[in-house]
Structures are given as C-alpha cells and as structure tokens.
Nanobody
Framework: QVQLVESGGGLVQAGGSLRLSCKASGRTVSELIMGWFRQAPGKEREYVASIVGTGRSANYKDSVRGRFTISRDNANNMVYLQMNSLTFEDTANYYC????????????WGQGTQVTVST
C-alpha cells in the first residue's frame, strides 16, 4: 500500500506561482509513474501531469505545458508540481496519484490540496 499526502496549496494572485509537494509513504514509489490531477467545482477530475520513475520523462495537459513542471525526488519519496503563471482557470483541488504495482492505472490517491487563483 502507498499513502500520499499533498501540501503547498493556497491562495495566489493570477500570474503568481505555487509549488505543490506530495509525500509518499508505505512503499517506495521510485519505480512507479506519479501524477497530478485536479478537480474544479462542478467539473470532472482531470489529468495535469505525470512523470516516470526515473524522472527522465514527463507529460503534461496541453493547457499547463510550459507553465507547470513536475519533478520527483526518489531518495525522499517526494513528487512536486511547480506551477507558474497561474490563471483563474487553474483553481481546483489538486491530487497526487501513484501508479499501482503491476498495473497501468493510478491506484493510489492523496486527499488533495486546494489551489485558488484570484483575479
């Protein structure tokens, strides 16, 4: 089992930056794909970014590419999401997720951290 705890959310003005952190515990996640998702009020949860176990490759939702950067520190079982040039449309609850062991799906989820961007 893997437990994920997010932190770093908050209130920021449009154009500002935030860095989200995700701490994994229970089992090492160094070989797992890790991702960030978000859910805005009244909307479905959506994919934001993901990173492979080595950290050498990452993918992003089109609307955040060039503004957000996902990274990981396997030595400390941490995953990060650096968010720059934030807009009101980035307002959402952000969730950290981990691929399941031996699966291709995100099976482990954190409780989320709220990001609110004011105009």
């Amino acid at each position: 089992q893997v437990q994920l705890v997010e932190s770093g959310g908050g209130l920021v003005q449009a154009g500002g930056s935030l860095r989200l952190s995700c701490k994994a515990s229970g089992r090492t996640v160094s070989e797992l794909i890790m991702g960030w998702f978000r859910q805005a009020p009244g909307k479905e949860r959506e994919y934001v970014a993901s990173i492979v176990g080595t950290g050498r490759s990452a993918n992003y939702k089109d609307s955040v590419r060039g503004r957000f950067t996902i990274s990981r520190d396997n030595a400390n079982n941490m995953v990060y999401l650096q968010m720059n040039s934030l807009t009101f449309e980035d307002t959402a609850n952000y969730y950290c997720a981990a691929q399941g062991f031996g699966t291709t799906t995100f099976d482990y989820w954190g409780q989320g951290t709220q990001v609110t961007v004011s105009t």
